[in-house]
């Protein structure tokens, strides 16, 4: 039974805890920022191909007390990591750590590098290269006040890269974190969804691929295919594996006022496969009427982190509540944003808040249910 952590954005912590147990893991537990697990290597590679919600799947290889820089190299130097990896596999080393003593994380991840080479040179008489882009295998370290936890990266590039997103830009919502959001608003695959505020597509991407079943790494590779415990017949079986039935009919619709962010749409609609699920129009959201009588709302609407002033938004925002009761009576309503104002200015009440982090930024995803005959002057 080996030891794993899965990382995933803040908030989703129980989501994935929940999700992880479906892959058979044992001995779950969450802490901030992550899920902590056992299991074998089927559920290492089906929680990489599988989880909707992780953003690395680390293997834990060492754990040690410290007290400075030597100490990591001397417990790092020990390791046998020749059983690990082969010395023509590039390398890179991440440090964080939380209330740890060191005063620079840069030259603790310095010392650990040197650790590693140190050891392959000195027993095979040469040192892997370190590749800090695209590196083949990447060891992540975890330090608090007093130990220190060495993990070898089972994922690779983060699981929310899923291999389908058209632009080589950052999105504003990251694929696990917009997987989470949909799983909260409780949305089954036969309600009617709309995302008004599409963007880039990655809500609508994200439950049209849920829907159909459709593995979330099925278009990439992951980094324990670089490592010596790869085991090509257990990775074909678990590829191979049906676990999800694909829902039939779906009701999936996406708008948003600018062209161009539709355009990227449509290339990351196609490119994930899962157009033939989804329709998209160009219309403002204060203009779109409701695609069906009822249904679940998902939205990230802009704020002042992302788009206009603080101003600007004090003014759309009751335009944004007073279009929600005029066209959306019978809809449960998500908003996924950093501004915490929303509600009161929309002068709506939410039923729901829940806190979630887009990175480092606090945000909660607001739940609003438009009762019909809400629609009330003033």
Request: include cysteine.
């Given at each position: 039974?080996e030891?794993?952590?899965?990382?995933?954005?803040r908030?989703l912590?129980?989501l994935?805890?929940?999700e992880?147990?479906?892959f058979g893991?044992?001995?779950?537990?969450e802490?901030p920022?992550?899920?902590?697990?056992?299991?074998?290597?089927s559920?290492c590679y089906?929680?990489n191909?599988?989880?909707?919600?992780?953003?690395r799947i680390?293997?834990r290889?060492?754990?040690?007390g410290?007290a400075?820089?030597?100490?990591?190299?001397?417990?790092a130097h020990?390791?046998?990591?020749?059983r690990?990896?082969?010395?023509?596999?590039t390398?890179?080393?991440?440090?964080?750590?939380?209330k740890?003593?060191?005063?620079?994380?840069d030259?603790?991840t310095?010392?650990?590098?040197?650790?590693v080479?140190?050891?392959?040179?000195?027993?095979l008489?040469?040192r892997?290269n370190?590749?800090?882009?695209n590196?083949?295998v990447r060891v992540h370290?975890?330090?608090?006040a007093v130990?220190c936890?060495?993990?070898?990266d089972?994922?690779?590039e983060?699981l929310?890269?899923?291999?389908?997103?058209?632009?080589?830009?950052?999105?504003?919502?990251?694929?696990?974190?917009?997987?989470?959001i949909?799983?909260?608003?409780?949305?089954?695959?036969?309600?009617?969804?709309?995302?008004?505020?599409c963007?880039?597509?990655?809500l609508?991407i994200?439950a049209?691929a849920?829907a159909?079943?459709?593995?979330?790494?099925?278009?990439?590779?992951?980094?324990f295919?670089?490592?010596k415990?790869?085991d090509?017949?257990?990775?074909a079986?678990?590829?191979?594996?049906e676990?999800?039935?694909?829902?039939?009919?779906?009701e999936i619709f996406?708008?948003?006022?600018d062209?161009?962010?539709l355009?990227?749409?449509?290339?990351?609609?196609?490119?994930?496969g899962?157009?033939r699920?989804?329709?998209?129009?160009?219309?403002?959201?204060?203009?779109?009427?409701a695609p069906?009588?009822?249904?679940?709302?998902?939205?990230?609407?802009?704020?002042?982190?992302?788009?206009?002033s603080?101003?600007?938004?004090?003014?759309f925002y009751?335009?944004?509540?007073?279009?929600l009761k005029k066209n959306?009576?019978?809809?449960?309503?998500?908003f996924?944003?950093?501004?915490?104002?929303?509600p009161k200015?929309?002068?709506?009440q939410p039923?729901?808040?829940v806190?979630l982090?887009?990175?480092?930024l606090?945000?909660?995803?607001f739940e609003?249910r438009?009762?019909?005959?809400?629609?009330?002057p003033?």
């Amino acid at each position: 039974m080996e030891q794993f952590f899965a990382s995933s954005p803040r908030g989703l912590e129980s989501l994935l805890a929940a999700e992880l147990g479906s892959f058979g893991a044992q001995r779950v537990a969450e802490v901030p920022g992550g899920v902590a697990f056992s299991g074998d290597w089927s559920v290492c590679y089906t929680a990489n191909l599988w989880s909707r919600l992780a953003s690395r799947i680390l293997w834990r290889v060492a754990e040690f007390g410290y007290a400075g820089e030597d100490d990591l190299y001397e417990a790092a130097h020990k390791l046998d990591w020749m059983r690990l990896f082969t010395v023509e596999r590039t390398l890179r080393v991440n440090v964080s750590a939380q209330k740890s003593p060191l005063k620079s994380l840069d030259f603790a991840t310095l010392r650990i590098k040197d650790a590693v080479c140190d050891r392959f040179r000195e027993t095979l008489g040469s040192r892997p290269n370190v590749d800090r882009a695209n590196p083949d295998v990447r060891v992540h370290a975890f330090l608090d006040a007093v130990h220190c936890v060495l993990y070898l990266d089972t994922s690779g590039e983060p699981l929310f890269k899923r291999g389908w997103r058209a632009g080589a830009g950052e999105a504003p919502l990251r694929e696990n974190l917009a997987a989470g959001i949909i799983l909260l608003s409780g949305w089954k695959p036969e309600e009617p969804l709309l995302d008004p505020m599409c963007g880039g597509g990655t809500l609508l991407i994200e439950a049209a691929a849920m829907a159909r079943g459709r593995a979330p790494g099925a278009r990439r590779s992951f980094g324990f295919e670089k490592l010596k415990i790869f085991d090509p017949k257990l990775w074909a079986g678990i590829k191979n594996e049906e676990r999800v039935p694909a829902a039939a009919k779906l009701e999936i619709f996406g708008s948003d006022n600018d062209p161009r962010v539709l355009g990227d749409a449509r290339r990351n609609i196609a490119g994930a496969g899962v157009d033939r699920w989804i329709k998209l129009e160009q219309v403002d959201i204060l203009e779109r009427a409701a695609p069906a009588p009822a249904g679940v709302m998902v939205a990230n609407p802009p704020y002042g982190e992302r788009i206009g002033s603080k101003e600007e938004l004090a003014e759309f925002y009751p335009r944004l509540g007073s279009a929600l009761k005029k066209n959306y009576p019978g809809w449960r309503c998500h908003f996924f944003t950093a501004d915490l104002r929303l509600p009161k200015l929309m002068r709506l009440q939410p039923s729901r808040r829940v806190p979630l982090y887009n990175g480092a930024l606090e945000c909660r995803l607001f739940e609003i249910r438009i009762v019909a005959g809400s629609n009330r002057p003033g």
